[in-house]
């Protein structure tokens, strides 16, 4: 997983695209910019919340997504099957 693939895999677990910002801030939006590796975090009134910084791009891209889908889970629209 990288950049470019990320908001596809956001897509098929039901994340909307005005979640996340990739290249550049935004805010109330999760952001992956490129700055010294790989950051990551949640920008809110021009604040960086819960900021992770990665040296790998498909690292960055899973910790995210892994954020992402768990966030879905919780909210009940991404469910695990019990078999």
Not at 47 to 60: H, K, P, T
Request: with cysteine; charged share 25%.
């Amino acid at each position: 997983m990288n950049v470019e693939t990320l908001p596809e895999w956001l897509t098929k677990i039901g994340v909307p695209d005005d979640v996340v910002s990739i290249g550049e801030e935004a805010d109330q939006r999760w952001c992956v910019i490129t700055e010294d590796g790989y950051e990551v975090f949640w920008q809110e009134q021009g604040n960086r919340y819960d900021w992770a910084r990665f040296d790998d791009e498909s690292v960055a891209c899973h910790y995210l997504f892994g954020r992402l889908a768990w966030a879905q889970v919780a909210r009940g629209t991404l469910t695990v099957p019990t078999a």
